[in-house]
């Protein structure tokens, strides 16, 4: 192509300066094009200029149809966006395929962007409904329906206003002039043509003809980023004048990285806890959706916490939320309630019944007020103030009045893009409410809906201006000039793009009608046109590629000139701040630290689980009893696995203060239903005890119920097997073992007599059970423990594992049979079960001798660590990581 | 070097030239990649455009590989000659695609996008997003990789669903079943959703998710599985008749009816001989009999019996006992008689039972059920699994009936096809190309030519069907039949290694394809490598009695290798990650440097566990372990003591860290530290919700000194990971704090140095090759899926596919015959693909390989705490589902065993924790940028505005807007009736979203309002039209101050005494007394913004600017002279 010899910024400031409506493709140009004259003016020391009206041709279309409608109010009202979104969705879900689409929104735009292409195109849709395919039927089918439901609420959409934008009435007072540009759609091209007369062409770069290219192969996607972000930073280091245009065509999916990266080089402030400063050398494209920014994703969660029951973890998450706390000491106080509340909390329910029980949690529990429930509770008490169906503009009014005692009754914190995306969700909720003709009336759970489809759709990004440095997403010819222009992602894959057609018309008619995307052709023609008017734009332009992050090679688009000079590769670049602080990272200090203090008197063990988790690991040991280091528990539907062991524990107790012994359990089986009445009060009152503390809902309960009177059937028909046995002794009350001079309580199952007086010591488990206390570091020395408070007469100590997938025996047993089918043990070859007490005596003490005398040295079992929640507080080496020396850790005196 | 024609080049001409479709089966380093290329190329000079072959491979790596090196063929074709080095046939067959394309006027070197190379699922999504109608997507697609936390939700919500319908009543009887362990049936039906393309369109009709089961549709599918599985049964009989002969078998009837007849009722089920006398149909409604057959000649233990007693019916001195015993010598004689008997036995009814087919059927609906709830999902986050991309391709296509024309769609004909790593594809995969092809047929002028090897089939678990090649070979794709290629020549190996693989695998694997089993014959290969290697060291078999002593010999062979060959690369390749471990160890204990690939869980890492760590207390104040970890990391290091200080103090951590009391008694260096930290989190909370949640953390761990306490830039990339990991999760929704770390555990390490040694899974060396290969821990097994809620079972037949499904028993219940048979299947498939693994990994190596196995063991590495039994350390056989058991039958014998280490006082590798690190005392970080940001934010007068929105003021901005746009436009010459503009102005109102009723006031306002202006004297002269310089909404920007300045004026003009006026409308209201304070307020609001307004005035010529502020709705005015205030 051949841009005008004439300066073409001239032109430009000509026709601005003459009052001209200057149309250009798109909003990132107005915004590029008005700067441009701006910067002009102030160089060449102009004053005052008359603000140039630099519009992009589809919102100045809207605008002027707006406009004349002062004059006409009978012209059809033009839909928002939000509007148009909606009645797309409708139309779609109202087909018969509609609600079985996996994205019906996806759907609606697709169908909106294919209505809009129509229009663009000027492609008949008599043809596209006689081409006979199903996408281009369904189709037409949904255009019909969106039509009619125009029609019917006398609207039009902005697709509309470009298809008879000859028809509509120019507004006289307004001349136009328009830009020469690639992305001019043919019938925008056409009216252009007709009314805004020649274009005005774009500004070539002053040294065009040497203008160095230059190409940039990077390691990674991130190096990518980092080496643009590197030279946009040292150019602007050296000339704060510097402008520079970025094309990254990929931008949608990596607009995050991307913004790491230029952050770290051109506002690093970004990365201080500092409140962020405004303003930034650079600017990205487009927007993020404004459902992200905190105010509104933080009003969102409160709306969706409204409709029906909400899990535990969505009521913790609304609880603890920065939003309603004011400040530490009260976020402390909801993270305290929460604490309390894991234990007892069932695992969804509406919100009302959740603000219910944590309030009732907080006073039982005396925890200190939590300013988070009374915010979140007045919010609640303003959203459930309407109910039933009503018009969009009467749910804003709730809405609003729950955000404002909820979510935003702090926004006194707010920072200034919070509050701009605020104020952004204002306009919105305005324009929400001239849609109560298009909505209708919806129920509280489907305007919460429609909203938050509203603001995931809207796109916002905080104030910007134009700065030095414009990140586009577009494939597009910047039409300024530029002092360095750096096309990303310029690889062979991807340059020139890919055939692409617009999905939901026919191909064969979008080639027909020159949609550039949907032909090979077409796509490298543009593509070798748009590079041209690369070259000619700046002064340096550079190309880049990028290896994939797995690591596969990426191979330059062979349109970029063959004579470009390489470039350095650039290194693989980490975060230069985080390089940076690495690079002056000080000598690490090391020091021994397997001792803590002795036991203080003042402490407390926790009983047999201390020197569990000791025997297993010496730091677990400490870590879980002294620092009280315990995972955050998480409510699950039902019992969890703790309760239900103790639902056993509670009903066998039961039961066995009935049945006695194994008379008594003979004398049950004969009667049947006695049994199972034993069985029914037992489970029951095991159930009533554990749903006081945390009742899961009466489904659950009955679940349980059923389950556990399975169990017990399962167990007890084990139990009857055995030999004769009298229950000497129930898990009542606890009992103290001392050891090292510390205390350990304990509850024991349970103690049967034999007939010749002999004892057997037993005790539930309900999940896997296996001979566990065995070796110098047993991985559990329950029973040993138990076994030396009540030696007496003892031969034999057991698990009873109780569990759906069997029931047995796991014994230590000096005598054979003692148990049905179960031999005497080999008690690690002492001969008597009063010998091996003997050398349990003497694990015991060394363990609790340890755990008094402060020892806490991470020296797990080889299975240890497999079970344990404390990787990250022990730090225990990994065995792979080179840069770590393994080190022996030197013993304290 | 390799010679110049290899010893199978016959085949590979075909594979290449031949017109028909192909289906090639490449061994290891059998040059796969250039037969696919030099067929592409091929191609490529037949059609008429580039798109229309279609090449799909699995990995992205193998597609940009392949495309890779058509490219380069295309360029060197531009040579004259082909260059030295370049593979002649590639370059000559790229000649001839050059010669075509330039015909064509095609330039694909300009566009290679051209080249329709891609992976399956990249073909799937281009599918699903160019029809997402037909294929039920809707919309473009967001693909995440890791959905697990979907599935999770997804199987939650199912198991969550109440009511009266089928669906309720399935989940309460699959919780009953599942022994209402919810956490657990959670995990199993999360499994299930990922392959749910297997399993879906079978359970559910056509690819619906979200249809429920009906009765009749139930009632069908029943008919089917009932079908199917007589089918299967007849089959195993089938199997049975041809292993036992037809001889013997006729010679059955009267034998067992003389059993039948003796023991009567002692044995009712012999009962059938005396019904049906007959000879043994192989057929499932003779199974009953055929059983008995097996009871009685099988002993307890599955070996043929040598001796007949009563118990079976044959009492000594009987009549039939020599012909049973002479019998049973006469099966013994056939190879497989046994284990057909074995098969016999372990048949299931050749109906479902009732039991079966009602769990069978609650599972399904509960599947079915979680798999519409996973839609919903996904339809709430608004993205999709890979799993639903493949679904939706195939939706793409069509039913089968009507299979959707691509060429009418998309303007898109295919021509051919070509398919990588066949052995790899999955049921759905099948399906795809099967309704790509449809229709085609040979000699049409349309190909499909498939590549792989089913010997090196490993990847079952992600739904790999290695009969499919089977079938493929045997049945073709359709109407399509292919011709079956095999390449024999390994440019890989030495000649030693080849031989030895060749003779050992030979007898490893199955001497024949079996397509119901699934199993891969052996072929084997022919090296072209001359032999330039050390043949006595090709192969090494090694065991040991103990892992460590295993361990600590790799380390010592690594060793004396790398120093004998610097230049080798050289490759661990472990079964499963954990497996490692030990051999890491003795790396490093004698400082060898390794790079292990994915093999070590990113959490392991220091630098990533304390963020882990930090990222958990950032999102919940009171997750305590995280909170002391973060006291204990590095960046603060608090000694286990004053840990103990500040844990005693409180329940949350951060609530004694705040407490000057409780740090009083700390040191005055911990005090410190803390104080330090306690700065950090105030600041990160005070700007918590300014920036994503990723960026605050990263600035959080920044401000702590996170980067400083890294060891090196790698601990800084695998950070990275974790930050795009947390990302990921903050977009799905930021799971429990009790969850989080959970989620980074599928994350793994990739470190070391280049030209390490290289350690890692035998299936990731898949497609690579080393010079030396070494397979420890054969004696390890694999942990199988322990519980699984159906098992599936699929089947070729005629017509359909078969397939077959079975519940798990109830939890507790005894065995279930169904269940167990497809638990055989599993079994026996697994068996199947541990030898194929073995083959890959033995294949891997060039020159040497080394197998070693600790066959000693102690106890057992794997095992959960406590199941290590009481054995004794004597040397074991190898455990059911290790590799050394595949290896053991065959060339155990050829094991040296090192007695060394059987003592076990080797030193047993064992990981302990070291020192306390952290950084001096007092350092801090150098902060990120140099002194206060440059701006900063000027929120601070927005905040105090309040309410954000409310009804009054949203009219009253409409009414505003009204007036405004009527003054503009206004002209006072022209008679103007307000009034009648009533109707237009209330339909304008109510069009810009004023509630109806307000529609009437706030019209009226704008009227009274308007008429007001005219009547009011200072409205006309505002109105008036001067002469000079007069404007409305005049627009004009100028610097000031550095910065541009925009201004509209509303109305502006020169008056009679040369003053240049700029006046701007306010249409606020004010109601009741105190009118003159209010406008005293507005006009100190709007001051500023008039100040600048008349500085812009100024510049526009020499008068002298006086500004006012008028407002209509109260006809109020108030004017000043700028720059007095
Ligand atoms: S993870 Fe292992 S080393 Fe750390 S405390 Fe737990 S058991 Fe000990």
């Not at chain 1, 230059?214 to 190096?223: I, K, L, M, N, T």
């Not at chain 1, 969804?348 to 029980?357: D, F, N, T, Y």
């Not at chain 2, 003795?586 to 292990?596: D, E, K, V």
């Not at chain 2, 310089?1029 to 925009?1046: K, N």
Request: charged share 25%; with cysteine; glycine share 8%.
């Amino acid at each position: 192509m051949k841009s005008d010899p004439a300066p073409g910024l001239d032109r430009l400031i000509e026709a601005a300066d003459a009052g001209r409506t200057v149309l250009v493709p798109n909003t990132e140009l107005a915004a590029a094009l008005g700067d441009a004259i701006e910067r002009s003016h102030r160089r060449s020391g102009r004053e005052v200029w008359p603000t140039p009206r630099i519009r992009d041709f589809g919102g100045w279309l809207k605008d002027r149809y707006t406009r004349a409608q002062l004059a006409d109010s009978t012209a059809a009202r033009c839909l928002s966006d939000i509007e148009e979104r909606e009645l797309w969705r409708e139309a779609v879900l109202a087909g018969e395929s509609g609600d079985r689409l996996l994205e019906p929104s996806g759907a609606a735009s697709a169908a909106r962007r294919a209505r809009r292409a129509i229009q663009e195109y000027g492609i008949p849709m008599a043809a596209v409904a006689a081409d006979g395919g199903e996408e281009s039927a369904m189709f037409t089918e949904w255009s019909g329906r969106f039509a009619a439901r125009c029609r019917e609420l006398g609207c039009v959409d902005a697709a509309q206003l470009l298809g008879s934008a000859d028809a509509a009435p120019r507004v006289e007072t307004e001349r136009v002039a328009w830009i020469e540009s690639p992305l001019w759609r043919p019938v925008a091209r056409r009216w252009l043509e007709h009314y805004g007369g020649a274009p005005l062409m774009p500004v070539r770069a002053a040294h065009r003809a040497e203008a160095p290219v230059r190409f940039v192969g990077a390691q990674s996607p991130d190096a990518e980023l980092a080496a643009i972000a590197r030279w946009a930073g040292t150019r602007l280091a050296e000339r704060p004048e510097f402008r520079a245009w970025i094309c990254m065509p990929d931008l949608a999916r990596r607009r995050n990285e991307l913004e790491d990266a230029f952050d770290a080089v051109l506002v690093p402030h970004r990365f201080a806890l500092l409140e962020a400063p405004a303003g930034a050398p650079y600017a990205i494209a487009g927007g993020t959706p404004l459902a992200d920014y905190a105010p509104v994703r933080a009003a969102l969660d409160l709306l969706a916490a409204v409709d029906g029951s909400i899990p535990f973890p969505q009521f913790s998450a609304l609880l603890r939320a920065p939003e309603l706390s004011e400040s530490a000491a009260e976020a402390s106080a909801a993270a305290c309630l929460d604490l309390e509340l894991r234990s007892r909390a069932p695992a969804e329910a509406p919100l009302s019944q959740w603000l219910a029980l944590a309030e009732a949690v907080e006073s039982n529990a005396e925890l200190r007020p939590t300013a988070a429930l009374r915010r979140l509770a007045a919010a609640w008490k303003s959203l459930v103030e309407l109910t039933g169906s009503h018009p969009l503009s009467r749910w804003l009014a709730v809405w609003i009045a729950g955000f404002e005692a909820g979510p935003w009754n702090l926004r006194r914190r707010w920072s200034s893009t919070e509050y701009q995306s605020a104020e952004r969700f204002r306009e919105l909720l305005g324009t929400l409410a001239q849609g109560d003709a298009c909505f209708g009336t919806r129920s509280r759970a489907a305007a919460h809906a429609l909203l938050r489809r509203a603001l995931l759709d809207t796109p916002f990004q905080a104030q910007t201006g134009v700065p030095p440095i414009w990140v586009s997403g577009q494939w597009m010819d910047p039409w300024l000039a530029y002092d360095g222009l750096w096309v990303a992602s310029c690889d062979e894959a991807h340059w020139p793009a890919p055939v692409d057609p617009i999905p939901l018309l026919p191909v064969r008619l979008q080639r027909q009608y020159g949609v550039i995307a949907a032909g090979m052709e077409s796509q490298l023609r543009f593509a070798e046109d748009l590079q041209g008017r690369w070259l000619e734009r700046a002064s340096g332009c550079v190309f880049s590629c990028a290896d994939s992050a797995e690591g596969r090679p990426a191979a330059p688009s062979p349109l970029i000139p063959v004579t470009v000079d390489a470039g350095a590769q650039p290194a693989v670049l980490s975060h230069p701040l985080w390089l940076a602080q690495l690079e002056c990272a000080p000598a690490i200090d090391r020091r021994p630290d397997e001792w803590a203090p002795p036991f203080g008197a003042d402490e407390r063990t926790r009983g047999v689980a201390t020197l569990k988790a000791q025997s297993r690991c010496a730091f677990r040991g400490y870590a879980e009893t002294r620092l009280r280091a315990q995972p955050l528990e998480q409510p699950v539907p039902g019992f969890n696995e703790r309760e239900r062991g103790e639902l056993v524990h509670e009903s066998l107790q039961h039961l066995w203060a009935g049945l006695g012994g194994s008379a008594g359990l003979a004398q049950a089986l004969a009667r049947p239903e006695e049994l199972a009445r034993l069985t029914a009060d037992a489970v029951h009152r095991a159930i009533l005890k554990q749903a006081a503390r945390r009742d899961p809902g009466r489904r659950w309960r009955e679940r349980e119920a059923e389950r556990l009177a399975k169990l017990l059937g399962k167990w007890l028909e084990l139990e009857s097997a055995r030999g004769e046995f009298d229950v000497e002794r129930l898990e009542a009350d606890t009992e103290t073992a001392r050891h090292a001079q510390l205390d350990f309580s304990v509850r024991i199952d349970r103690i049967d007599r034999l007939p010749d007086g002999s004892r057997v010591l037993i005790d539930y488990k309900t999940g896997a059970a296996n001979r566990d206390w065995q070796g110098e570091r047993p991985d559990n020395p329950q029973l040993p423990l138990y076994a030396l408070l009540h030696s007496a007469s003892l031969i034999a100590v057991a698990y009873g594992k109780i569990n759906a997938a069997g029931c047995a025996f796991v014994s230590e047993s000096e005598r054979s049979q003692i148990f049905p089918g179960k031999r005497a043990t080999r008690m690690e070859g002492m001969g008597s079960l009063a010998a091996l007490l003997d050398v349990w005596a003497g694990r015991i003490e060394r363990l609790a001798e340890e755990f008094r005398s402060g020892r806490a040295a991470v020296d797990p079992t080889p299975t240890a660590c497999r079970t344990c929640h404390l990787h990250g507080l022990c730090r225990i080496p990994s065995t792979m990581d080179l840069s770590e020396a393994l080190e022996e850790p030197a013993e304290e005196p | 070097m390799s010679r110049s024609l290899p010893r199978d080049s016959e085949a590979r001409t075909h594979a290449v030239h031949d017109d028909a479709s192909v289906l090639v089966q490449a061994p290891a380093g059998s040059g796969k990649t250039t037969l696919l290329t030099q067929r592409y190329l091929r191609l490529l000079a037949s059609v008429d455009a580039p798109e229309r072959i279609l090449a799909l491979t699995f990995t992205r790596r193998a597609a940009e590989e392949m495309r890779q090196r058509v490219i380069a063929a295309l360029a060197a074709a531009a040579l004259a000659e082909c260059p030295p080095g370049f593979n002649a046939e590639t370059w000559r067959l790229a000649v001839g695609a050059r010669e075509r394309l330039g015909t064509l006027g095609i330039d694909v070197q300009r566009q290679p996008s051209r080249l329709r190379i891609e992976t399956i699922d990249s073909f799937n999504f281009w599918l699903a997003s160019q029809l997402p109608i037909v294929s039920g997507v809707g919309g473009r697609l967001n693909v995440v990789g890791v959905a697990r936390s979907f599935y999770e939700e997804a199987a939650r919500r199912a198991l969550a669903h109440e009511g009266t319908d089928l669906f309720a009543a399935a989940v309460e009887r699959t919780l009953a079943v599942g022994d209402q362990r919810w956490r657990q049936l959670v995990g199993l039906i999360a499994g299930m959703l990922a392959g749910r393309d297997r399993w879906l369109p079978l359970l559910a009709g056509r690819l619906e998710a979200a249809a429920a089961l009906d009765a009749a549709q139930l009632d069908r599918v029943r008919e089917h599985f009932d079908e199917d599985l007589a089918l299967l049964v007849t089959r195993g009989l089938q199997a049975a008749r041809d292993a036992l002969g037809g001889e013997g078998l006729a010679s059955l009837p009267p034998l067992m009816r003389a059993a039948a007849r003796r023991l009567g009722a002692e044995r009712p089920e012999l009962a059938a001989w005396l019904a049906r006398p007959g000879a043994l149909a192989a057929d499932a409604t003779d199974l009953e009999r055929w059983r008995t057959v097996a009871d009685t000649f099988l002993t307890k233990g599955g070996q043929l019996r040598k001796r007949f007693t009563r118990t079976e019916g044959f009492p000594p001195q009987c009549p039939e006992r020599d012909a049973m015993i002479d019998l049973s010598a006469q099966f013994e004689r056939r190879p497989g008689a046994a284990a057909a008997l074995q098969a016999v036995r372990a048949l299931p009814e050749p109906r479902y039972r009732d039991e079966d087919w009602i769990r069978v059927r609650d599972v399904a609906q509960v599947l079915v059920l979680a798999a519409a709830e996973l839609d919903e999902v996904f339809r709430e986050r608004a993205t999709v699994d890979f799993a639903a991309v493949s679904l939706a391709g195939l939706r793409a296509l069509g039913a089968e009936g009507s299979p959707t024309d691509l060429a009418l769609r998309l303007d898109y004909r295919l021509q051919h096809l070509l398919l990588d790593e066949f052995q790899d594809t999955s049921g759905a995969q099948l399906e795809l190309v099967r309704m790509l092809t449809l229709g085609w047929q040979r000699g049409d002028g349309r190909s499909v030519f498939c590549v792989g090897d089913p010997m090196q089939s490993i990847y079952g678990f992600r739904q790999a069907e290695v009969r499919a090649f089977l079938e493929l070979a045997e049945t073709g794709i359709g109407d399509l039949e292919l011709d079956v290629r095999r390449l024999s020549s390994n440019f890989r190996s030495s000649p030693a290694l080849v031989q030895w693989v060749n003779a050992c695998f030979e007898r490893i694997m199955p001497q024949v394809d079996d397509r119901q089993r699934g199993a891969i014959a052996f072929r084997p290969s022919d090296s072209e490598v001359e032999a330039s290697f050390d043949v006595a060291r090709a192969v090494s078999l090694r065991g040991f009695m103990s892992a460590a002593a295993e361990a600590k010999a790799v380390a010592e062979l690594i060793e004396s290798r790398r120093t004998e060959h610097p230049e080798w690369r050289i490759a661990i390749l472990v079964r499963a990650r954990a497996h490692a471990r030990d051999i890491a160890l003795a790396l490093r204990g004698r400082g060898i440097p390794f790079r292990a690939v994915d093999i070590e869980p990113l959490q392991d890492r220091a630098v990533v566990r304390d963020l882990v760590m930090l990222i958990r207390a950032l999102i919940h104040l009171g997750d305590r372990t995280a909170w002391l970890a973060v006291l204990r990391a590095p960046w603060s290091g608090l000694p286990l003591s004053e840990l103990l200080t500040i844990a005693r103090s409180g329940s949350i951590v951060w609530d004694s860290v705040c407490d000057e009391a409780v740090l009083r008694a700390l040191s005055a260096e911990g005090a410190e530290r803390c104080r330090r930290l306690r700065k950090i989190f105030e600041d990160a909370f005070r700007v918590q919700t300014h920036t994503s949640l990723v960026r605050w953390v990263e600035r959080s761990w920044l401000a702590l000194g996170g980067p400083a306490c890294a060891t090196d830039e790698r601990g800084l990339a695998h950070v990275r990971t974790v930050f795009a990991r947390l990302r990921e999760l903050g977009e799905q929704g930021l799971p429990d704090a009790a969850e989080l770390e959970r989620h980074f555990a599928d994350l793994y390490a990739d470190g070391g140095a280049a030209g390490a040694v290289e350690i890692m899974t035998i299936h990731k060396a898949k497609g690579l090759e080393f010079d030396l290969v070494v397979v420890p821990g054969l004696d390890r097994h694999a942990r199988q899926d322990a519980s699984q809620l159906l098992l599936t079972h699929q089947f070729a037949r005629t017509g359909r596919d078969g397939m077959i499904m079975a519940a798990r028993p109830a939890v507790g219940a005894g065995t279930d015959r169904l269940f167990e048979f497809l638990r055989t299947q599993a079994r026996d498939a697994s068996a199947l693909e541990a030898q194929r693994l073995l083959y890959v990994a033995c294949t891997r190596a060039k020159a040497e390989l080394h197998l070693y196995a600790a066959v000693g063991l102690h106890e057992d590495p794997d095992a959960a705490p406590g199941e290590n039994s009481e054995e004794s350390p004597d040397v074991r056989a190898p455990r059911a589902g290790s590799l050394l058991a595949v290896l053991w039958p065959t060339v155990g014998g050829q094991f040296v065993i090192e007695a060394q280490g059987a003592s076990g006082n080797l030193d047993t590798p064992a990981l302990r924790g070291g020192p306390l690190r952290r950084v001096p005392a007092g350092w801090a970080p150098p902060p990120v940028a140099d002194g206060q940001p440059a701006v900063m934010l000027r929120a601070a007068d927005l905040r105090e505005e309040a309410p954000i929105f409310d009804w009054v003021g949203e009219t009253a901005r409409r009414v505003g807007s009204l007036v405004h746009a009527e003054l503009q436009s206004m002209d006072l010459e022209i008679h103007y009736d307000a009034a009648a503009r009533g109707p237009h102005f209330a339909r304008w109102l109510a069009l810009n979203g004023v509630p109806r009723e307000h529609l009437r006031e706030a019209s009226e306002r704008a009227i009274a309002a308007l008429i007001a202006v005219r009547a009011d004297p200072r409205g006309r002269w505002i109105l008036e039209q001067r002469h000079r310089d007069d404007f409305r909404e005049h627009a004009v920007s100028g610097y000031w101050r550095g910065e541009v300045m925009r201004a509209v004026f509303d109305r502006s003009f020169i008056d009679e005494h040369g003053v240049r006026w700029v006046i701007d409308y306010k249409t606020s209201r004010h109601a009741g007394s105190g009118l003159e304070e209010f406008l005293e307020r507005e006009v100190e609001r709007y001051r500023p913004q008039l100040e600048r307004y008349a500085e812009l005035a100024r510049r526009l010529g020499p008068e002298p600017v006086r500004v006012g502020l008028y407002f209509p709705l109260m006809r109020a005015w108030r004017e000043w002279e700028p720059g007095q205030s």
